[in-house]
């Protein structure tokens, strides 16, 4: 189950396509704000076109075949709160994954214990928190996507 929408910024034919309703309403309001945090003020365009971009590198960092999705697999994922945050939950969504949240004040043995526990076979991560996520990614085999990489 893909995730985005026929006419909707970054919707289009590939596996993030149109089944979230959410995706959907939040194309319909376009040039509106849909979020304001500490990086800026970001319209559901921007919204829709980072989540898309991201959950484009999701899928290719799970070597996807075209047209499939991560099938409910667990994406545990961890950012600050903000723009990063909410584009790295719509993301796995749209990607047709399972978010699964970290908290920013785990010490590395709860984030392992967390994401061992959720069975997460990737981590998406903002870049602040790589260097504290991929000793952990490494040593359970889970592949590490950072959003920053996505969205260049």
Same mark, same amino acid.
């Given at each position: 189950?893909?995730?985005?929408?026929?006419?909707?910024?970054?919707?289009?034919?590939?596996?993030?396509?149109?089944?979230?309703?959410?995706?959907?309403?939040?194309?319909?309001?376009?040039?509106?704000?849909?979020?304001?945090?500490?990086?800026?003020?970001?319209? !559901?365009?921007?919204?829709?076109?980072?989540?898309?971009?991201?959950?484009?590198?999701?899928?290719?960092?799970?070597?996807?075949?075209?047209?499939?999705?991560?099938?409910?697999?667990?994406?545990?994922?961890?950012?600050?709160?903000?723009?990063?945050?909410?584009?790295?939950?719509?993301?796995?969504?749209?990607?047709?994954?399972?978010?699964?949240?970290?908290?920013?004040?785990?010490?590395?043995?709860?984030?392992? !214990?967390?994401?061992?526990?959720?069975?997460?076979?990737?981590?998406?991560?903002?870049?602040?928190?790589?260097?504290?996520?991929?000793?952990?990614?490494?040593?359970?085999?889970?592949?590490?996507?950072?959003?920053?990489?996505?969205?260049?």
């Amino acid at each position: 189950m893909g995730v985005g929408a026929a006419g909707v910024a970054g919707g289009g034919g590939d596996a993030v396509t149109a089944d979230l309703a959410l995706v959907a309403r939040a194309g319909r309001h376009g040039p509106r704000t849909a979020i304001v945090a500490r990086e800026g003020t970001f319209s !559901y365009h921007d919204l829709l076109d980072a989540s898309h971009r991201v959950a484009s590198s999701l899928l290719a960092a799970t070597g996807a075949a075209d047209g499939a999705d991560l099938a409910e697999a667990r994406v545990a994922y961890l950012g600050p709160p903000g723009w990063h945050y909410v584009v790295s939950q719509w993301a796995i969504w749209r990607a047709g994954g399972i978010a699964v949240p970290l908290a920013v004040s785990h010490p590395p043995p709860e984030l392992d !214990y967390a994401v061992v526990d959720a069975q997460a076979g990737t981590i998406l991560t903002h870049p602040e928190f790589r260097e504290r996520l991929e000793p952990i990614a490494r040593a359970r085999g889970a592949r590490l996507v950072v959003t920053s990489d996505a969205l260049r």
